[in-house]
């Protein structure tokens, strides 16, 4: 089969509109009903509100911590029975050096393998279902950091889970297609 991956030229918030719509476009072709969304601030959640209105994807929310995302924001994505969760408040783990593998493909790569993680933590997908997870580089250390710009399909797992391989090799490959990223 062939599949279309779209890579940025560079990385950041210029990304963000186009990231939620590939991902929503793929998501809806897929039959995906969850998407894993990384938002910092709340702002991309709200901009994913919009794109992801005219759907029946469950949208799940991922900030980092509380004191960074906007009041008003959270309180209308929990009046509309969206999830947020923040990764500051969730028990997940996995080493340092996993973590700068994923990073040297994209920052929003790493994240993406994080969303997944917290999401089976919290109990919020089903084991070995797929959702398309949604993360980006952060605004910290990038001149246009901030918003979404990597997309994928994906099985997340627990990080228990997520640190043993499984000894039949078909189900080792939790990500099952990359939708978007950086170059």
């Not at 998501?27 to 959640?45: D, K």
């Not at 959702?131 to 950091?145: C, E, N, S, Y």
């Not at 997520?162 to 080792?172: A, E, G, H, I, T």
């Amino acid at each position: 089969m062939k599949r279309t991956i779209v890579y940025f030229e560079h990385a950041g918030h210029v990304n963000t509109e186009t990231t939620l719509q590939l991902a929503k476009a793929r998501a809806v072709a897929l039959g995906i009903t969850h998407v894993a969304l990384a938002s910092t601030s709340g702002h991309t959640a709200q901009q994913a509100l919009d794109i992801f209105q005219d759907t029946a994807i469950h949208l799940y929310v991922v900030g980092t911590s509380r004191q960074s995302f906007h009041q008003d924001i959270l309180t209308t994505l929990e009046a509309r029975g969206i999830p947020v969760r923040f990764s500051s408040e969730v028990a997940y783990t996995y080493p340092d050096s996993v973590r700068n593998a994923f990073r040297r493909l994209s920052e929003g790569m790493k994240v993406v393998m994080d969303l997944g993680m917290i999401l089976r933590e919290e109990g919020l997908v089903a084991a070995n279902e797929e959702i398309v997870a949604i993360g980006g580089t952060g605004p910290l250390g990038f001149a246009a950091g901030g918003g979404v710009d990597t997309a994928v399909v994906m099985i997340p797992r627990r990080s228990d889970a997520f640190n043993r391989l499984p000894d039949d090799k078909d189900q080792r490959r939790d990500i099952k297609e990359i939708i978007c990223k950086p170059r």
